[in-house]
């Protein structure tokens, strides 16, 4: 009996550690006392602006993990299981650190997803979590990729965005758009802890990923 216990114990410790591998992740690390950021990219994936964006966090000494969304999501995920894996993952990024504070930032498909991951991650690593950072969220969400998205055509989807935003908390979030965006309902957020701004630009900031790393890093510095 105890052979097999320890059998499936093994089993489940390889199943678990195999996800974790598949997490198709970015990493950029460097030897830093700044909180470690996990970002999570939009719908097309880490490339191009957010490709961009990470490299410019890192180019001001942070460490930074990148979901690829495009990836990861092209099979509906859950938010219980796609929190269970960033906390996996987390678990063993934070350790090896100094200090274990952290940042999520979403970006697009990213934003839309990251309250729902917050709002289902342990308290050991919420209490971690200094800040929140949406850049330019959408009103719903699935979990899912979808083509008619990444073409301008997409629809609602079953998932309220706002409504998981303010169930952050006390949580610290910041949204960010660009000054050209508009049909977010900003004044439906709620949270005691909330500051939103724009960028100049549009969804995409003008690929100015420079700016946006510039407001981050203020957000962050508590400027």
């Not at 990493?27 to 191009?48: A, C, M, R």
């Amino acid at each position: 009996m105890k052979r097999w216990t320890g059998i499936m114990i093994f089993l489940l410790l390889v199943k678990q550690l195999s996800a974790q591998e598949k997490l198709p992740l970015k990493e950029q690390f460097t030897s830093t006392d700044k909180p470690f950021i996990f970002l999570v990219s939009g719908d097309g994936g880490v490339k191009g602006f957010t490709a961009s964006l990470c490299s410019a966090m890192h180019d001001k000494g942070y460490s930074i993990a990148s979901l690829d969304a495009h990836a990861y999501f092209w099979n509906k995920k859950t938010p219980e299981q796609t929190a269970s894996d960033i906390t996996n993952y987390l678990t063993t990024a934070l350790r090896s650190r100094a200090d274990h504070h952290w940042v999520m930032i979403g970006y697009s498909f990213g934003a839309d997803i990251t309250p729902f991951v917050v709002n289902r991650l342990p308290d050991s690593l919420k209490s971690q979590l200094a800040d929140v950072i949406l850049l330019s969220p959408s009103t719903s969400t699935d979990f899912e990729i979808h083509l008619s998205d990444m073409l301008g055509i997409g629809k609602k989807r079953s998932m309220d965005v706002v409504a998981e935003i303010n169930r952050l908390g006390n949580q610290r979030t910041t949204i960010l758009f660009g000054e050209d965006e508009s049909g977010f309902p900003i004044s439906q957020v709620k949270l005691a802890k909330y500051h939103s701004d724009v960028i100049k630009g549009g969804h995409h900031f003008d690929g100015n990923s420079q700016a946006v790393a510039e407001k981050i890093t203020d957000i962050i510095n508590n400027k």
